[in-house]
């Protein structure tokens, strides 16, 4: 467990410097394909309010993993960035998110290639609520039939509790963010106190998540 710890730390370290193909998607700021108008959303009896009161994320500031949900990933290619006519459209797109009455909204989105020769889009999304702040969800974008835009992978649900305020795709194909969060069910939803450092990496054909605590002070 120690030498698999410091395995992923090494990797945080030399692997996780920031080298992007392309776009990188800020919250807060305009991009190609951020910041959207609502997408489409699956009706379902549970809402994310609910399940917010009920539960808070504690998230831990050590090194930690958790795999993602999806489609393998082929190899071969160059990861490189894309145009946003060239991608996936997340307006488009069918979000797999439980928002109740509430549409869906696009807060970030980074359109590449990440080394499979297929494009695709890395969307960020929330409930578009009227007051609060929504918890995110993260999802890998493909071409589906008819170029019709489809889930190929889930990197982040909303019950995680965590909101992203920037993403980008690196030169090796990873994906990576940064997040804040909560350390208890008592911190006041519009005052997060946790800030992690997010990686999705290729492992084992489909996605490896890995979260650093982010340095103090940072968004």
Not at 16 to 23: F, K
Not at 148 to 154: D, G, H, K, L, M
């Amino acid at each position: 467990m120690l030498a698999h710890a410091d395995q992923l730390l090494e990797l945080w370290r030399g692997r996780l410097v920031e080298t992007a193909v392309g776009t990188t998607a800020t919250a807060g700021q305009q991009t190609s394909r951020g910041r959207t108008g609502p997408g489409h959303a699956r009706t379902a009896p549970w809402h994310w309010a609910v399940a917010l009161a009920g539960c808070g994320a504690v998230v831990a500031a050590a090194l930690a993993a958790s795999p993602a949900t999806g489609t393998p990933l082929a190899a071969g290619g160059t990861p490189r960035a894309l145009a946003a006519s060239a991608a996936p459209d997340p307006a488009r797109a069918q979000l797999p998110m439980d928002c109740g009455p509430f549409p869906v909204r696009t807060v970030l989105s980074v359109p590449a290639e990440l080394g499979d020769g297929r494009p695709g889009t890395v969307v960020a999304a929330q409930c578009a609520t009227d007051t609060g702040t929504p918890p995110d969800s993260v999802y890998l974008l493909g071409f589906g039939p008819g170029e019709r835009p489809v889930v190929v992978a889930t990197l982040l649900t909303e019950r995680e509790n965590l909101t992203l305020s920037r993403l980008a795709v690196r030169s090796d194909g990873a994906i990576t963010g940064r997040a804040q969060g909560y350390s208890s069910d008592g911190v006041p939803r519009f005052r997060p106190d946790v800030s992690l450092d997010l990686t999705w990496a290729h492992k084992g054909g489909g996605w490896q998540r890995f979260q650093t605590a982010a340095p103090a002070g940072s968004a």
